[in-house]
């Protein structure tokens, strides 16, 4: 940083230590003293609007993705009209479901459920049926006509 004339600025710092421990204990707490400025340690940074946990999981990135995925459906159906509801589930839920996909290929089944209740609540709103109804039997309903 000095050579290049470089300024740490410390309210924008994080240190992340990425590890495979799985004991936190052994993990470093303190503060970090990085060019005369403390620096905190994180357990999760997010790099380009992907979350990366210190254990190099995806389990920070998708918790985040379905509670803004969750929230969004919630803001949404209140203000809009349904064309527009189904246009706007498509263009931000679809989106910020497939953003970093790369980074979620191999996922363990829970991980994957979580992502894939967002779908299905989204349809379940598009299509306006029960919180209990089976996602598959209202698409087969739809592609029937009858709805």
Excluded at 76 to 95: G, K, N, P, Q
Excluded at 97 to 125: E, H, T
């Amino acid at each position: 940083m000095r050579s290049n004339h470089l300024q740490l600025n410390a309210d924008k710092t994080e240190v992340m230590w990425c590890s495979s421990i799985r004991k936190l204990s052994q993990l470093p707490s303190c503060l970090f003293n990085i060019a005369g400025a403390l620096v905190c340690l994180v357990n999760a940074d997010r790099d380009l609007g992907v979350f990366i946990d210190n254990d190099l999981g995806a389990a920070t990135h998708v918790w985040r993705t379905v509670s803004c995925c969750f929230a969004t459906l919630r803001q949404l159906r209140r203000y809009v009209t349904d064309d527009c509801f189904r246009s706007l589930v498509v263009a931000l839920e679809h989106s910020r479901l497939d953003y970093g996909n790369l980074d979620l290929v191999g996922l363990p089944a829970y991980f994957q459920r979580r992502l894939q209740s967002v779908l299905n609540a989204a349809a379940r709103l598009v299509l306006r049926r029960s919180r209990y109804d089976h996602v598959s039997d209202a698409l087969a309903t739809v592609g029937n006509g009858t709805r």
